[in-house]
């Protein structure tokens, strides 16, 4: 069972968060032509490795959080909220682990 790091309410189940898209999706400008809007809504890449996607807490506060996550292992490089760049692994930024204090 794996466990993701709400930036809000801190290390959860999985089960408590659903899956909501690629993060890397990029709207197009107003003015942009019709095939550009297609792209962006229908076509989607089907990465192998590390992909940064969008992961909506459901069962809790039900934000949306930025996660960092491989595709093949399921392993979490890192989660922040949607405003966050979060760096995939083998980059030089650290990514901005947030843990919440203990209570
Ligand atoms: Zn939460």
Redesign the pocket.
């Known amino acids: 069972m794996h466990r993701i790091d ?4 801190g290390t ?1 189940d999985e089960a408590e968060f659903q899956y909501q898209g690629d993060a890397t999706v990029v709207r197009p400008d107003p003015d942009a032509s019709e095939e550009a809007f297609f792209r962006y809504v229908y076509l989607r890449e089907n990465p192998k490795g590390w992909h940064t996607e969008w992961w909506h ?1 459901v069962g ?2 039900r ?1 949306w ?1 930025k996660v960092v996550r491989n595709t093949l292992t399921h392993e979490i490089f890192a989660t922040g909220r949607a405003q966050e760049d979060l760096p995939l692994p083998g980059t030089r930024a650290k990514p901005r682990r947030r843990t919440r204090p203990k209570q």
């Open positions: 709400c930036p809000w309410c959860r807490h809790g506060c934000q959080v």
